[in-house]
């Protein structure tokens, strides 16, 4: 592979890393890094597949309280690496990114300690008036987040193929059977985390609609939010909230919330 292509995965690499902080443009999303990095290596369609379900994987983690959830970032851009430039099944680099976010997590607690001992120095900057210093100690943390997941990505690229093919060709079938299955699994768990958050009595008949027509084979992807588009669309115009009907109207400070009222007050 040409030069152009590994540096441009590297960059994707550290902005998925800084991102996974930053949270400014999302590039450490699954379905955004595996994307960039497939485009960048002419594997979009199989990068897609996997970012796709690595996506609704990651949907479920959160950071709450001190708990700090797997590396979505380090586990999408390996095993984006792994399939489309080492020549990774889909499906293998879906149960290889678990223990690649696993991984990243003890790597993410690792910056962060490191980030702390930054954090006291920036504070002796801030209470001497050196701004320059407080800048400097942000873009150095943003730095180390980076090189976090752009570290790796590089080690991975300079495995050769024939020893990635070689070490995964010794895996038994039974056990890359499990690590398949596991994944899909995994991948229901995510989603089912989502649903569990999102769950209330008015949500519920939408959930239960899109599991029947998720059944009927002939819908694809596409079919599917379209149908989903229109099914808000009119739930919209009927829910007496959204459209100024009896219920109680958003932005007319009538409503039972006391912080939207309290919100409303505030325009």
């Known amino acids: 592979m040409s030069l152009i292509p590994i540096l441009l995965v590297l960059i994707f690499s550290f902005l998925a890393g800084v991102e996974s902080v930053l949270d400014e443009f999302q590039f450490h999303q699954p379905i955004v890094a595996c994307s960039l990095i497939g485009l960048a290596t002419g594997h979009l369609p199989e990068a897609l597949m996997l970012g796709g379900s690595l996506q609704l994987v990651a949907l479920g983690w959160m950071n709450i309280g001190a708990a700090v959830a797997p590396d979505a970032a380090l586990c999408s851009t390996a095993s984006a690496i792994l399939v489309c430039m080492k020549g990774v099944e889909v499906s293998t680099g879906i149960a290889s990114a ?3 976010a696993v991984a990243g997590l003890a790597l993410t607690i690792f910056v962060r300690t ?145 912080l939207d009222d309290i919100i409303n007050d505030y325009e």
């Not at 730095?143 to 991975?156: K, M, S, T, V």
């Not at 596409?222 to 219920?247: D, H, K, T, W």
């Open 98 to 100: 678990m223990a690649l």
């Open 114 to 258: 490191i980030a702390v001992g930054i954090v006291h120095g920036a504070d002796r900057a801030g209470a001497s008036g050196n701004i320059r210093g407080v800048e400097f100690a942000h873009y150095l943390v943003m730095l180390l987040q980076g090189l976090r997941c752009a570290i790796p990505a590089l080690l991975i690229i300079l495995v050769p193929v024939g020893a990635v093919q070689a070490a995964l060709s010794s895996i038994p079938p039974w056990l890359t059977a499990g690590l398949s299955a596991a994944g899909g699994f995994i991948v229901v768990v995510g989603y089912a985390m989502v649903i569990n958050m999102m769950a209330t009595p008015k949500v519920w008949p939408f959930f239960i609609i899109g599991f029947a027509l998720a059944a009927i084979t002939q819908l694809n992807l596409i079919a599917m939010g379209m149908i989903g588009v229109g099914i808000a669309l009119v739930y919209l115009q009927l829910a007496p909230e959204f459209n100024g009907g009896s219920g109680p109207s958003l932005g007319s400070g009538s409503s039972e919330d006391v």
